[in-house]
């Protein structure tokens, strides 16, 4: 993975370009938002006041997705982002999978945000749980991501991107595999000074602004599930299975600083 770094680099620009005309597509989320207060939820049901179910668009051309309201699902305490083949509402330029995509209606300024979450082992995948905003929020694009490449679900990878300049990715060796159950990830951002990620309630990463700005705008908490499309390099290829993929998320939970 470090040696195709600067590979990851565009990919991961790419995918968040894509996220950004997607969140100014068809029944996106309107862009002015309240900035959010501390909440958990425990995804016993679909709160539709704190969050937005993506339908019928897609996140751009490394996502080989389109996104329906009806593959974010909850049963037993829990949430569940599907990954098949069913067609997609609208089209969906064409994609030939479809799966699930949550985010907030609000914004979120520095603080604590925190998911137990369950990742999905396929080659050519992305199970996330991160933050963002951009110029559909009338602000420049901010994002703090964790990933897990369902190529190697013993990592995590690590990223923040400032007014669109990313680059800041690293690879974190988790000792277990997070497609195998649930664990709680996190990252901490502090206003002017450090984000820090942690794994089970430890500190695994954490950066201070020596390798660029730090991200200081009000983020949307999203969480999605995707196989990619062009960045084999980064991913690995993509086969789908022959049956339904599924991340799980027990739960979120944000506290404002």
Known sequence: MLITRSRARRALTAAALGIAAALTGPGAVPAQAAIGPSFTDNFNGFDTGRWYKADGYSNGSMFNVGWRADHVTFGGGAMSLNLDTQTCPGGCAGKPYASGEYRTTDLYSYGRFEARLKAVKN??????????????????????????????????????????VGGHERLINLGFDAAAGYHDYAFEWWNGGTINWFVDGRLVHQENGSRGPLPTHPQRIMMNLWPGIGVDSWLQPFTYPGRRLTAGYDWVKYTRY
């Open 123 to 164: 080659p050519g995948t992305v199970t996330s749980f991160f933050t963002y905003t951009g110029p559909s929020d009338g602000q420049p694009w901010d994002e703090i991501d964790v990933e897990i490449l369902g190529k190697n679900t013993t990592q995590m990878q690590v990223n923040y991107f400032t007014n669109g």
